[in-house]
């Protein structure tokens, strides 16, 4: 079977539903890098709403972090969830595993036909894991400006607060101002620490929910495999690769292919050879010290002197 060539068309579809949220995400860092008032603008909008939810925010940093953070992973999440397909994610995360196992198993043995198969799965894949990307990014068009807003308010909160530093358990006195990797403050890596664990209970929990929920799971059916074509064609190529290097070996013999349990090796002994004439002695020495050595030839004792 010939199998035809990757997809063009799914691939550019992929490609253009990928360049919206990228020139969006684009625009909003050109705007917070050349405008300052836009993110002032935004931190002073999101203060009109927490500084009254959170009225202990001038006391508490991190009851304050622990709380934004957490809310803003937990809309994240839900409104991700709304995007992406957990059962498909999970298929082609299983498929692409499996491909890189057999790759590298290829590689390892060898393989040249099963390595070219592998490379050609991945490039037929290529189009569904762009569309999955896009599929992700598109909540962040949705949720980036909030994001942007409250960490705005979060840095001014910090400048504002009235100590200038948090107790952690591996610092008493962690200072908001200190760098993480030379880039982040302290105050970020503590939202992160917080609310990170709680991202990923809560995004676990809804993709076991709509796991159990899904429709295919629901109605028993399997998920159909596009590229199954390409594995049979594999499994037929290497069959026929197999049968013909039996065939190979059978036409070659031991000698020719090297099987060491196949090649006879003398050992050390007596071997039997005829004995030389009597009354031949040596041409060099005139010596009548002579035998016959394993190769056929005369060899003189005395001179070590060797003819036939």
Request: charged letters at 20%; one cysteine or more.
């Amino acid at each position: 079977m010939v199998s035809p060539e990757p997809n063009g068309d799914a691939q550019a579809e992929a490609m253009s539903a990928m360049l919206f949220p990228m020139l969006f995400l684009i625009g909003m860092m050109v705007l917070l890098m050349f405008f300052p008032g836009f993110r002032d603008a935004l931190a002073t909008g999101s203060g009109t709403f927490i500084e009254p939810v959170l009225p202990f925010h001038e006391q508490y940093f991190v009851p304050t972090v622990f709380i934004l953070g957490s809310s803003i992973m937990i809309v994240n999440t839900i409104i991700r969830s709304f995007f992406m397909d957990p059962l498909r994610q999970a298929h082609y995360s299983h498929r692409s595993r499996q491909i890189g196992q057999k790759s590298r198993e290829a590689r390892i043995a060898r393989d040249t036909a099963t390595a070219e198969k592998m490379t050609k799965l991945q490039a037929e894949m290529l189009p569904e894991q762009m569309a999955m990307q896009a599929a992700m990014m598109k909540p962040m068009m949705f949720t980036m400006i909030f994001i942007i807003g409250i960490f705005s308010w979060m840095a001014i909160s910090v400048e504002n607060f009235r100590v200038e530093y948090v107790s952690a358990p591996w610092s008493e006195s962690w200072s908001f101002d200190n760098k993480i990797l030379w880039i982040f403050p302290a105050w970020i890596a503590t939202y992160i620490s917080m609310s990170a664990p709680l991202g990923r209970i809560v995004d676990r929990h809804i993709k076991l929910f709509r796991y159990k929920t899904h429709p295919l799971v629901v109605s028993g059916e399997t998920i159909p495999e596009p590229l199954l074509y390409l594995l049979e064609e594999n499994r037929n190529t290497g069959s026929n690769n197999n049968s013909s290097r039996r065939n190979q070996r059978k036409r070659a013999g031991p000698r020719k292919t090297g099987n060491a349990e196949n090649i006879v090796t003398r050992k050390s002994g007596n071997l039997h050879v005829s004995p030389p004439m009597p009354g031949t002695t040596c041409k060099s020495c005139h010596s009548d010290m002579i035998y016959r050595i394993p190769s056929g030839k005369l060899r003189c004792e005395t001179c070590r002197f060797e003819w036939r």
